[in-house]
């Protein structure tokens, strides 16, 4: 087993690389950039940008910034609307935001910093790029883990029940409740548990923005954990409605298969209780497709399911910060967030691989590869 987490945990480094690789060759054609919006600003036209960002005017310019912020972009870049600037400025926003060096160098010094968690920083926000992540993360994190717990909470035991009652009565009532709230698209049952619950027509139970009170800090312990989850009800709630259908019935259709297997069949006549081929035979068996998509749940759910749902709850979090920096062609934003996604969802496929072994020892990864 150790010979197998050292070749994935190898597998990591070449698979990050391409994808880096291949991700700054597309920004390459992307339209637009940073120096473009700089000149856009300059010139007082508006620019389509969601994020907070600073100000360029021509003493900034002047100014020149880390080799750190060296990010991505055309490395034949025609500024469109550029007319009537001096050739100067715009060689020193080139300067500024290290598009001066050709695109083979940026890539090779971004992927050396890269190696050393070193993501520089932000375009138009002075701050680093580390630091804003950390900053946007706990409200993913948040509402990411919880929303994958519960899911998997609800989902297990119900798919479950559903197998075991299958054609019943209780079986079709819950499988039309489930696919009616998946029908249903997370951002609109947001938007009606702020009218329903929210002050919007009926009650104000549950705050609309904010992980947690302004005041939160002057709270006792058990007073921060329930602002926290108060905070959180309905973000999450929004999101578990369309993420449960799927699982739950990927449960049952797991447990159905092997319900009608030759050992199931067989342990049965040998006058094994029920609940025991269920648990101790049936379900080490039907939970391995289960736990394989654990980890594309948690990051599908962590990183792009929480995007509307961070903006209607107001909800700073990694979702809407991804969001800001394309429009914003905030390239060391960008590519830091891209590095770590993919880093986490490598080391969560890696886990899941790992939990298989604890659902069910006899698989061996090992004996596979030999």
Request: hydrophobic share 50%.
């Amino acid at each position: 087993m150790l010979a197998y987490i050292i070749r994935r945990i190898l597998l990591i480094f070449p698979t990050l690389l391409g994808i880096m690789i291949i991700n700054f060759i597309v920004i390459q054609a992307a339209p637009g950039g940073p120096i473009e919006q700089a000149i856009a600003r300059l010139q007082g036209l508006d620019v389509d940008a969601t994020a907070r960002v600073s100000g360029v005017d021509q003493g900034e310019v002047s100014g020149s910034r880390s080799n750190s912020r060296l990010g991505s972009g055309s490395s034949s870049i025609k500024y469109r609307g550029a007319q009537g600037l001096d050739p100067e400025i715009i060689a020193d926003l080139e300067r500024m935001y290290g598009f001066d060096k050709p695109a083979p160098e940026r890539l090779f010094l971004m992927i050396g910093r890269y190696i050393r968690f070193d993501f520089g920083e932000s375009f138009f926000r002075d701050q680093k790029v580390t630091d804003i992540v950390l900053e946007k993360m706990p409200v993913s994190i948040s509402l990411g883990l919880w929303t994958t717990l519960l899911t998997y909470l609800i989902s297990i035991p119900l798919g479950i029940a559903k197998a075991v009652r299958d054609g019943t009565r209780m079986d079709v009532w819950s499988s039309g409740i489930i696919v009616v709230g998946n029908a249903v698209p997370g951002f609109l049952f947001a938007i009606l548990l702020i009218v329903l619950f929210s002050g919007g027509r009926y009650f104000d139970w549950f705050p609309l923005r904010g992980l947690t009170s302004p005041e939160w800090e002057t709270f006792g312990f058990f007073e921060k954990i329930f602002d926290y989850f108060w905070h959180l009800a309905l973000p999450v709630f929004s999101l578990l409605v369309g993420a449960f259908a799927g699982l739950t019935l990927l449960t049952k259709n797991s447990f159905l298969d092997e319900i009608n297997k030759q050992y199931v069949m067989t342990a049965r006549a040998k006058g094994v209780s029920e609940r025991r081929v269920l648990y101790g035979h049936i379900f080490r068996n039907a939970m391995l497709i289960i736990i394989a998509g654990f980890p594309g749940a948690f990051i599908s759910i962590l990183f792009t399911g929480a995007l509307l749902t961070e903006i209607i709850f107001s909800l700073d979090g990694i979702g809407l910060l991804g969001y800001e920096a394309a429009i914003n062609r905030d390239y060391p934003v960008m590519f830091a967030t891209l590095y770590f996604f993919t880093l986490l969802g490598l080391v969560m496929q890696l886990i899941s691989d790992l939990t298989y072994t604890l659902v069910d020892p006899r698989i061996d990864f090992e004996s596979r590869n030999a």
